[in-house]
């Protein structure tokens, strides 16, 4: 496979913005071992893409495809179904009806807190970029490898952690008798404990920040590693602003990046259930919540017609989105 | 490369195929069989007994974290053999709904509350028993053993474990002038000081009391939402739902929260744990109540361990542990005795312990028929 050779001379194209035309030649012209030449193990490759794959490969998608089906594509049948059906006493009885969609649309506290859900999650977002990002430059840009893995380390070490454990913990920190409302009190800065702290809007955009950044970091991080930050030097010895190189040079190479982490947090976050709850208090109700209450009172064709339409607005949003879901290219 | 080749839109057709089997299957299920869609199938399993033997083994109990210690498990385990694997739940409709879902299979012992019981057993999810075939039968009061809403076919359906009047409690350190009345939560002063458990009926039950609503599980539309504008007026004042009434002894003792729907005892529970004093009150508009115990899931695939857990560790020494633990009065007079002996004759009689008919005169908990209407108001005012 002497014909893989191409790939190193390529890959310099993408990341190493020297590349000449000249050297470009030499490396597309050149006699492969095998005695092909580049263009033809371009045809070849496509040749292999457009044949028939053998049965025994197709047979290596079976497993995926019945996990997929079976867990994944029949449930959504079975709530697509409950969506379209009625309750009666307990029981779901299959009387077709679009009444639980046109509740979902015409009851004002449904898109209410749906617009709710998506502005603090939006919020959050926003803020995990806006700290995540100048972390992952700082990370790439002036931390030596060694430090830099040891850095990345420390910021998935969360991870190792229960999520409910470090929601549990954020209500030790942020509560009346907390660690910093303690503090406060120790050094004299307050005489009683400050009550904004928990329970509100504010702890839930807080503890959402801190379970989500590190996702928002490991992306940036990835997409920066591939950044040439000559290309900075470059644009500031021709005039450049150190803003105007950033806005202009760097933040549309890494605008890949910047999505991907925006959809890593932003569509998770749709769905949050238990960070509301355990430290929202009753305004920090999101759209989870409702939908949890709507499937404890037995309302299953109401819970399942408002988790599906939450499900098609992300189907949209990745619709919208889909030409920066090139993970593959990320890393 | 060798092997047969097929088309990728032979594999499509395929895998569809057989992707369209499958949705077809549990489509079929959703509609014909599904857990959620009707009552739980007919089982193999014996009928409903006197009694099932005891036997080793383990079982699975749904329940609530105040139903056993885990050192009262070690000791099932060590003197019995009787392994337990409790899962906690916060409200009825939970258990109720996981226990409709998965039946006797994965459920052998699920706790529940008054007017539940007989649901499920409508349902077709719990089966009755012979009371007094149970040796820890013989310790509860006599009263206990003639509730005609947990009787039906000549057999009992639950085994009877605790009850209590779902009080109001209060810090008189703030909240100075005692109240009579539901009304006192709504004084602005009390601005997110106040705390509930997260049950979306007993909630609206209770704001269906606060306006001397008598029958406030079974209120009708007009009277839901006149329930739901007495909330949404409220939540200004509500700190927060809690999903276990553990919770609500934290935010007491810590002072975040002034005034809790609470069971019987909260003011012990609290002082334990290092807080303030609490006092509480029964508003004159009225209280709801509940009363729970054991049921036997039908068709539990462990009904031995299950059934030997009542009979075995259900004794007057656990109980009278609980109630000293957790503050709200048991069913069992054996244990009522033993804590007399122990010198809390005056705790036991402040905490009901000793009146156990007073279940008979509470509005007690139980599904409505409305379900719909209570949980569209609740998230209704939730969401304002």
Known sequence: MGGLAIYPGLAGCDGDMTLNATDATTVLGEIQPGGETPGDIVRGAEEMAGARPSRKVLLGFVPISVLLVGFFLAPLMVMVLYSLWTMEGFNVVPHWTLVNYVRFFTAGMYTAILLKTAAISLLVTILALLFGYPFAYFLVRYVNKKWQILLLVLVIIPFWTSYLLRVYAWMGILGRKGVINQFLMVIGLVRQPLEFLLYNNFSVTLVFLYLYLPFAIITLYASLEKFDFNQINAAMDLGATPWRAFVEIMLPQTKQGVITAFLFIFIPMLGEYITPKLVGGTDGTMMANLIVNLFRGFQFPAGSAVALSIAVLITLILIVFRRYLRVEELY | MSGKKISRREFMRLTAGAGLGLVGASTLAAGCGGPATSAPPPTSAPPPTSAAPVTKGSFNWMTWSDHYFPDQLAEAASQ???????????????????????????????????????????????????????????NLFDVVKQFDFWQADGKYLAFPFGYSPVLVAYNPKYVTSAPDSWAALWEPKYKGKIAMELQPFDVMAMMGKSLGIKDAYNMTPDQIKQAQQQLITLKPNILKFVEQNTELVTLMTDESIWFATVNVGMEDRVKDAGGPEVRTFVPKEGVVGWMDGEMLVKGAANRGPAWGWLDKMETPEWIAKNFLEYGRPLFNKAAYDLLVKQGYEDRAKRYLFDRPEIVLSMTLKGPSANMDLYINAFNEALAK
């Open chain 2, 80 to 138: 019995y053999g009787i392994k337990v694997t409790p899962t906690l739940f916060s409200d009825n409709s939970e258990a109720f709904l996981k226990v409709q879902q998965v039946g006797g299979k994965q459920v052998d012992l699920v706790s529940g509350d008054a007017l539940w019981v007989s649901k499920y057993y409508q349902e077709g999810l719990i089966e009755g028993f012979d009371l007094d075939t149970l040796a820890t039968a013989k």
